[in-house]
């Protein structure tokens, strides 16, 4: 049956979707089913009514099997058949001869048939052209219904659409004015005009750890780029480069610049290395600003671009020519981040996290480059004894392996994992839950090893436990100084924890998830004459709950002196005496503050302590009932994200919940307030100590809620206890109930063996 188009042909905007589905074939209408439905609330968020608009598909009739590859010759979808060419005719027909506003191709479909192009990932949101009309990009509604975290770059396409089409005119074409090539005269004249510039981006290419060039923009279309490295060579002589970069120290010294960067710790972080360049006056980090506004969203400046500018996607352009595309490309990118920098200026002021980005987030970045830059030290004799140790360990293994199965079985395969299990042992196939494709990855082989006993599947696993500890912790590559680095990533993720991976130069690894225990933390280590102190917030996000929560008892069980709160909620669980708790006792009722806490369900909480749902509802229930503020809490932030969809935190740390509606989401709202406040408090000690810190002491590891620092062998504990407790221990203030997270101090010469810092302050 044929779908045909709805609506008004004069109308301002086309809707073009690529075909119908079951529904509206049965319906006879475009986009009446899921994907209408997704369609219509994008289009209701961007304040857009569907009845203003144009709505048709490329084929007007649902494709066999929903498989519009049936259009095409060839499997790639590279050369389409005669119908579909019709098809892409009849629409670009309708286009010229009715000239709306604004087209929007809903899919990568569409937009090859207007536009020859393909690729709608790095397209969309882009302001294309079809017959003289405007057109639009974005993605196919019906993959935001199956992929729901693409919702919000749908609306924020779909607002653009709204301002597009209210008139014919294309934007304004950049009049950009780069400066790709200046002779050293013309570099050095440059930089000198640059000192009077109110608002100044800034951005290096690299290659092999060496900065190719630095480029700075000056408005939405005037940059210059400073080549000083290319193809192996300096661009400069000696002089003329020593002459450059003392130039560009200087620039970045002048505090009445106010300097912007896209991601700036990395380019800082270079910045100082290769050239003891200090930037004074960081006026803003788009990347991290942006992270601000919208935590949920992607902050690539190839993203921002598609959301704050009129720019065309430009992120393939390195590689594709010799030295003047690079340059022109670092020109983009600084003219690209000025352009981003206005908006999102803006933006903080209208979601109301300016003064967050400005008192937390940014002056986060200047802490973080210093921890970053000085790593921390590495027992390279333990390193290389344990290497040897779990080496031998996996060998012997391996030859266990090898003679259980009878040939060399290699754990970490997925190809030969998944013949040996479900082809030589014929266990019953695991597969991926999302993609439904055959699974021989861990999950699947300790489902396997639950359900069968056999040995082979520990010595399997513990293979691949060995290998691992050895590829990402034990061999993660140091630096020359023998020590190790990692890069803190602020925006790295939704709730403001920091994530943590190697380092700008891609050495080191993610510090922040060492494992716990003696065997990898004993190689890290304090430098001569200094030891290692950690500061940890303690029960910190339980102790959030019981604020936030306002549970006035459990409240009172935190501000009990040297109260250990989990002995003495398994006392009131178990009924029993505090002195009768057992370890695992205590373990249990630990998972179950946490598991209550976040609102866990009855099945995943019996799943996690592996005991029947009776038991596990039974404890979740008392839980519930000693604490009852707990529960009425989950209930206000239900109702909360029903009626605002937006969270914030004591600290002023907000977002925007996305997501799709249903109990994951609420309980990802729950745990957001006491996650991103643990972090933040964490965050804001390092901010506060890093302005006061006595000479010698240097902060050298974030851990999400422990700081690692190392201070001067002799330190007086008494000026350290007091100093952490100055700088960590932060008051907070849920409404109008002030507490403090207290920290737990520990100290010693590696991190495996630290002693409890205990005095009474
Ligand atoms: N997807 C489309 O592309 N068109 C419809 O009409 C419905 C879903």
């Known amino acids: ?192 005009e640059l000192h009077n510039k109110e608002y100044l981006t800034f951005d290096i290419e690299t290659a092999q750890n060496q900065i190719l060039c630095i480029g700075f923009g000056w408005s939405k279309s005037d940059a210059v780029c400073i080549p000083i490295f290319y193809s192996g060579n300096s661009w400069w002589t000696t002089e003329q480069e020593f002459t450059i970069i003392k130039a560009i120290r ?118 973080l480059i210093k921890i970053q830059r000085r790593g921390i030290r590495i027992n390279l004799r333990k390193r290389a004894d344990i290497d040897n140790n779990i080496e031998a360990s996996v060998i012997e293994m391996q030859q266990r392996l090898t003679s259980a199965v009878g040939y060399d079985l290699n754990p970490n395969s997925p190809k030969q994992m998944k013949k040996f299990l479900y082809e030589d042992m014929k266990f019953p196939p695991q597969r991926n839950r999302k993609t439904g494709k055959l699974s021989a990855n861990e999950d699947a082989i300790k489902t396997l090893a639950r359900r069968f006993s056999n040995p082979i599947f520990d010595l399997i696993l513990d293979i691949r436990k060995a290998r691992k500890l050895l590829s990402t912790y034990i061999r993660a590559k140091l630096d020359n100084d023998g020590r190790i680095r990692c890069s803190y990533v602020i925006t790295g993720t939704k709730t403001g924890r920091l994530a943590s991976r190697e380092s700008v130069y891609r050495s080191g690894t993610n510090l922040q998830n060492i494992p716990r225990g003696e065997l990898i933390r004993s190689i890290f280590l304090a430098d001569d004459n200094y030891r290692l102190v950690n500061a940890d917030l303690s029960q910190a996000e339980a102790r959030v709950v019981a604020y936030v929560a306002r549970d006035e008892h459990l409240q009172i069980l935190f501000e009990e002196p040297a109260s250990d709160i989990h002995t003495k909620n398994a006392a009131m669980v178990f009924g029993k005496k505090i002195k009768k708790i057992s370890p695992q006792e205590r373990q249990l009722a630990k998972t179950l503050v946490h598991a209550a806490n976040y609102g866990v369900g009855d099945g995943a909480f019996s799943k996690h302590i592996g005991s029947s749902i009776n038991r596990a509802r039974g404890l979740l229930n008392q839980y519930y009932a000693l604490y009852p503020g707990i529960k009425r809490w989950h209930l206000e932030v239900k109702e909360w994200i029903r009626k605002s969809r937006v969270m914030t935190t004591p600290l002023g740390r907000k977002r925007t919940f996305f997501g799709r509606w249903g109990p994951d989401l609420i309980r990802e709202a729950i745990a957001y307030v006491p996650q991103s406040t643990v972090s933040d408090v964490l965050n804001l000690g390092i901010i506060r100590a890093s302005e006061h810190l006595p000479q010698g002491w240097e902060l050298l590891m974030q851990n999400h809620d422990a700081i690692m620092m190392q201070v001067p062998i002799e330190t007086d504990d008494m000026h350290l206890l007091k100093f952490i407790k100055h700088y960590f221990e932060i008051e907070l203030e849920v409404e109008g109930k002030r507490f403090k997270i207290p920290v737990d101090i520990k100290t010693g010469l590696n991190w495996a063996d630290m002693k409890k810092l205990e005095l009474n302050v």
């Open 1 to 192: 049956m044929i779908v045909k188009g709805e609506g008004n042909y004069e109308s301002k905007i086309w809707f073009i979707g690529e075909a119908p589905g079951s529904q509206e074939e049965k319906i006879g209408r475009p986009f009446v089913g899921g994907a209408g439905r997704v369609l219509d609330s994008i289009l209701s968020e961007a304040k857009i009514e569907r009845g203003q608009a144009y709505i048709d598909n490329i084929i007007q009739e649902r494709p066999s099997k929903n498989d519009f590859g049936v259009y095409y010759k060839d499997k790639g979808r590279k050369v389409p058949t005669g119908y579909l060419i019709e098809a892409h005719e009849r629409v670009k027909y309708l286009i010229k001869a009715h000239q709306p506003n604004l087209v929007c191709a809903l899919g990568n479909e569409v937009l090859f048939a207007l536009t020859g192009r393909k690729n709608i990932f790095k397209l969309r949101g882009s302001i294309l052209e079809v017959h003289g009309v405007k057109l639009i990009p974005m993605v196919d509604p019906s993959i935001v219904m199956r992929q729901y975290e693409f919702k919000p770059m749908a609306v924020l396409d779909m607002r653009r659409a709204k301002r597009e089409m209210e008139s014919p005119a294309f934007p304004t074409p950049y009049n950009d004015d780069f400066n790709i090539s200046p002779t050293f005269e013309q570099v050095i004249d440059k930089i000198a």
């Open 250 to 367: 200087e620039l970045f010294l002048n505090p009445s610049v106010k300097f912007i960067a896209q991601n700036a710790q990395y380019d800082m972080i270079y910045l100082a290395d290769k050239w003891g360049v200090e930037v004074t006056n960081l006026w803003m980090d788009t990347m991290v600003a942006f992270h601000c506004v919208y935590p949920e969203l992607k902050k690539g400046l190839d993203f921002l671009c598609s959301i704050y500018t009129n720019r065309p996607y430009y992120k393939d352009m390195p590689g594709t020519g010799g030295p003047d595309v690079l340059w022109k490309y670092n020109c983009l990118d600084t003219v690209t981040t000025y352009e981003c920098a206005m908006e999102i200026r803006k933006e903080l002021k209208e979601f109301g996290t300016l003064d967050f980005y400005k008192n937390h987030s940014h002056k986060l970045i200047k802490p």
